[in-house]
């Protein structure tokens, strides 16, 4: 019988395996607070990044008009470019935006750049973000453990691009991997348990109230 492939589904941001659903990897980094950020600064945030990964991927595809860019995005693409006209000789692509799943841990999520880098099997992730977070150094274990099962490859090297204004880029490398992927699989233990216990909790609660 022929495994069923990943889908994901744009609208509501879900992957599932036949008629499983795959818990993503942004959905074990739920836990962060963006409670101190006005609702409309986090939406407006989180579009412009998703329009600076989109100038990026199609950049890294050939198929990008720069001339097309709200001045907003191209803003923060010019920053990213100017980062990689610099390293893009120590870089071999090997995949944009490269979507996996674990096929024991049941987790889904895409992959900014696969890529070889200085040689090594990389992983990296862009962020348009004011500075870096401990919490990027989870995702790309995530990145990383998933990948490794998903292609059967070697991920050696990982880390997130922190994304500014005005040419300002910095790459931070994650090298922890043994503390990030303890981390990273205590999420996906915390979840699932979760996942398999709410309802009897749910039960309980309906039962004596």
Known sequence: ?????????????????????????????????FSGIPPDILEYKCKLGTFTHRAIELYLQNNLDPNSLDPRVKEYFDSWLNWWNAHSKRIE???????????????????????????????IDWKCAAQHSPIYKL???????????????????????????SGQ???????????DAAGFTGLI??????????RTYADKFTATH
């Open 1 to 33: 019988m022929r495994a069923p492939s990943l889908e994901f589904k744009p609208l509501d941001h879900t992957y599932w395996l036949g008629d499983v659903r795959l818990t993503s990897v942004t959905q074990l980094l739920s836990f962060q607070d």
């Open 93 to 123: 692509i090997i995949g944009v935006e490269v979507r996996f799943y674990h096929s024991v841990f049941l987790y889904a999520g895409q992959i900014d750049l696969h890529c070889m880098y200085d040689g090594k099997e990389a992983v």
């Open 139 to 165: 995702q790309t274990a995530g990145y990383q453990l998933g990948s490794n099962d998903f292609t059967g490859g070697n991920v050696q090297k990982r880390g997130a691009l922190i994304i500014g204004k």
């Open 169 to 179: 880029c910095k790459m931070f490398w994650h090298d922890d991997n043994l503390q």
């Open 189 to 198: 233990n915390t979840h699932t348990w979760r996942l398999n216990n709410e």
